[in-house]
């Protein structure tokens, strides 16, 4: 007789634990544990290993012919295939995250699109829905303009349902919608439960191993911005990406955190239109269209993100403080880091920015961590404080350090190659690169400095 056991597990990071608890030990979190009852099949047993399964299986040489070599498969969206490293590897198990309404399920539906309409001979995909019907998701394609012969839907949640339809339809691509909705009868939890994605997610990775189809999962964010479940349903799959944007702006960036089979840096660029997203092959172009001539506090970096270089533009506006602490508004950059820079310029430019309010803006509603922008944002600062604008032609590269020296950057020739090809001639880097720059046109002005007092006299 099938007997039940009751435990306690952490929604936040799948902790177990047979009694209730206040607070999780692993995580840290309070008020997060909810009873699950998994029905047990009997008694655990110690089961041996047969011999003649040790013997089916074999240890094989990496640089052995005997292994296969496993060849990409392009989407069709160029954007996509450079995140994931040139393609999707057969049989991988990809999660996509995002805000909501930031365009998740519109690039699924054009990827599945676009898969079956490359002319490669594979074609056949299947998109799994948990949260809307058949006919809402025909609607939504007839909307787009994506209607194809070879893209099959499905409205189900149960797993095992979901499963018989794989082996059925055989796709060599399919999509997940959400899988915070999927259901295993098996277990007791309600959909989107700590134990349901796990173990949903669980068996979708072993139909992806077995059959080599190529799985997409659709996973909701938490007021966080980090994937709804378990921390775990990050290390089962091969691959992260997070689409990043505001609903406010037209861009979208798909960003990948973690890649099996490729770079974990890469960024993919796309635009929201009418007619769904579209990709924006020259990113630096297009953010740097409506730059303020010769106004104060706008300044051009150039940032890497992954082995693509992009130019945007930062915005700093320092006026006067009206309260009693002096505010410091910032959008597409670290806090902290600007709050430290400005902290840096205090002590060594003796600027008097403890009384002055900092708001400071990326253009485009992009997201910028790298320190290699830190003298850019040094500049824009000092232009807005000073009231002088940058040289339109100017572009500052450099890592700042606590005692105002400005430090060398990686991957300087690419940066510099593509402002070069955005009409920029002049270059403010650190003293470290120039050894490491090959040589130039004679147009180009590349001028090395040591500390942020000698970067702000020559970028204003």
């Not at 089962?236 to 406010?248: A, I």
């Not at 060594?348 to 803006?361: A, E």
Request: hydrophobic residues 40%; proline residues 3%; glycine residues 10%.
């Amino acid at each position: 007789m099938k007997k039940t056991e009751t435990i306690f597990e952490c929604q936040l990071c799948g902790y177990q634990t047979p009694k209730w608890m206040g607070r999780c030990p692993d995580c840290g979190k309070w008020d997060c544990f909810v009873e699950n009852s998994t029905v047990l099949s009997g008694p655990a047993r110690r089961r041996g290993v047969k011999k003649k399964d040790i013997e089916a299986i074999k240890a094989v040489l990496l640089d052995s012919k005997d292994i296969e070599n496993i060849k990409r498969e392009k989407t069709g969206i160029n954007e996509l295939d450079r995140t994931l490293g040139g393609g999707i590897t057969p049989g991988s198990l990809i999660l996509l995250g995002g805000d909501p309404g930031i365009g998740k399920s519109t690039l699924m539906l054009q990827v599945l699109y676009a898969f079956s309409n490359n002319g490669n001979g594979r074609g056949k995909v299947l998109y799994i829905s948990g949260e809307e019907s058949t006919s809402q998701i025909r609607l939504r394609s007839k909307r787009l303009g994506l209607i194809s012969s070879s893209v099959f839907a499905v409205s189900e949640i149960d797993i095992d349902i979901i499963l018989s339809i794989v082996e059925k339809v055989k796709p060599d691509i399919m999509v997940i919608d959400s899988i915070q909705t999927m259901f295993n009868k098996d277990i007791s939890s309600v959909p989107g439960s700590v134990i349901q994605v796990r173990e949903t997610a669980a068996r979708l990775m072993i139909a992806a191993k077995k059959s080599s189809v190529s799985i997409f999962l659709i996973g909701h964010v938490t007021k966080e911005g980090a994937i709804a479940g378990p921390k775990l349903l990050e290390h089962m799959v091969d691959t992260v990406l997070y689409f990043e944007g505001d609903k406010n702006y037209i861009f979208r960036i798909l960003r990948v955190v973690k890649n099996r089979f490729g770079s974990a840096n890469e960024i993919g660029v796309f635009e929201m239109r009418e007619k769904g997203l579209c990709e924006v092959s020259n990113p630096s172009a297009l953010f740097l269209s409506q730059r303020p001539k010769s106004a104060s506090g706008s300044v051009v970096i150039a940032s890497l993100e992954g082995t693509r270089p992009i130019l945007i533009e930062i915005q700093a506006l320092v006026s006067a403080t009206n309260f009693g602490s002096p505010r410091r508004t910032i959008l597409g950059l670290d806090h902290n880091r600007v709050a430290l820079l400005a902290a840096v310029m205090e002590k060594r430019l003796g600027t008097r920015l403890i009384g002055s309010d900092i708001f400071m803006n990326v253009t485009g509603g992009i997201k910028i961590d790298e320190p290699a922008v830190d003298l850019g944002i040094i500049a824009a600062i000092a232009s807005s404080y000073f009231d002088k604008p940058v040289r339109s032609n100017a572009i500052a590269i450099g890592e700042i350090g606590l005692t105002g020296e400005v430090r060398a950057v990686s991957h300087i020739d690419i940066r510099i190659a593509e402002a070069v090809k955005m009409g920029f001639n002049k270059f403010i880097i650190p003293a470290g690169n120039l050894k490491r720059i090959k040589k130039q046109d004679k147009n180009i002005n590349i001028v090395g400095v040591s500390t942020i007092a000698e970067a702000v006299d020559a970028v204003l």
